[in-house]
């Protein structure tokens, strides 16, 4: 991320900005859930937002802020067409991989290169690590502990189903791996998409604010279809708003990385804790 600042945004860039965040939420946090009216989906709402947004920022420029609303477009489409769930089976790791890997993160970061002439950051180390940084990791560890148990335990009970494991013995073990490693492609996958990708784009024409409230949104969308259901939404953005303020902070993109991996590692705890009481220690 640059050092400086963006200009202020006009009122017509602010407008696009909001139309395609809002767009976001009805094309694929809300993909899932039944629409009213007797509509099809809730994405029938969202795509002539996403198409107004994009039109606005035609019109109002620059033309890298038009060019980045297309990549947001993108990103939606590809959302929207790809079944995104708990689901831990070959087939579907394997469109997730084609699908979040490449159609998210390669294809973006070549246009970013190539047509916006605007590289992402990929910005993983930025000097030394501050003691404020080492503080944080313990300290980020127990909050998010804290909150996941009342998650898990009290808010949202049923949430591990968005997760499904075997009820037997057969084939646990191979189940558990499989959720472990899931979730940890998935968490460095929500940093590069969401932090490098979209509030990079974001805090190159907005203000810090602006933007991590916008990219919180995309967050929060995307992991609300995926399992985050109840006070799911609650819960991620305030975490997406910490990731967003702490790469600002840190520069690093290892560092937010290494906290969503250590938060990744209390939610398979407490999914496998769940379904199967008593697998591990648990208060």
Not at 105 to 124: G, M, T
Not at 205 to 230: I, W, Y
Not at 233 to 246: D, K, M, N, R, W
Request: proline share 6%.
């Amino acid at each position: 991320m640059s050092d400086a600042l963006p200009p202020p945004a006009t009122a017509g860039r602010r407008a696009s900005l909001w139309l395609i965040t809002a767009a976001m939420v009805l094309v694929v946090g809300l993909k899932s859930y039944a629409a009213p009216w007797g509509l099809p989906g809730w994405h029938v709402l969202g795509w002539p937002l996403l198409a107004a947004g994009i039109y606005l920022a035609h019109r109002v420029g620059p033309v890298n802020w038009f060019r980045a609303t297309v990549l947001l477009a993108w990103l939606m489409g590809v959302l929207h067409f790809t079944r995104i769930d708990g689901d831990t089976g070959d087939t579907h790791a394997l469109e997730l991989v084609f699908s979040l890997g490449i159609g998210v993160l390669v294809v973006p970061a070549l246009a970013a290169k190539y047509w916006l002439r605007e590289p992402l950051d990929y910005s993983w180390f930025y000097g030394r690590w501050s003691p404020r940084m080492w503080l944080w990791l313990p300290a980020g560890f127990a909050l998010a502990f804290g909150f996941m148990w009342l998650y898990f335990q009290v808010l949202t009970p049923t949430l591990h189903h968005s997760w499904p494991l075997p009820a037997g013995q057969e084939g646990r073990t191979e189940a558990m791996w499989r959720l472990f490693w899931g979730c940890n492609f998935v968490g460095v996958w929500d940093e590069l998409a969401f932090i490098n990708f979209v509030f990079v784009l974001f805090a190159r024409h907005f203000r810090f604010g602006e933007a991590n409230l916008a990219q919180a949104v995309f967050f929060t969308s995307f992991l609300h279809e995926m399992a985050f259901v109840g006070w799911g939404p609650v819960v991620i953005y305030v975490f997406a708003l910490v990731q967003g303020l702490t790469y600002k902070t840190t520069r690093s993109l290892f560092y937010i990385v290494v906290l969503h991996l250590m938060i990744d590692t209390i939610l398979f705890y407490m999914i496998v804790n769940r379904w199967y009481p008593g697998w591990g220690w648990h208060p």
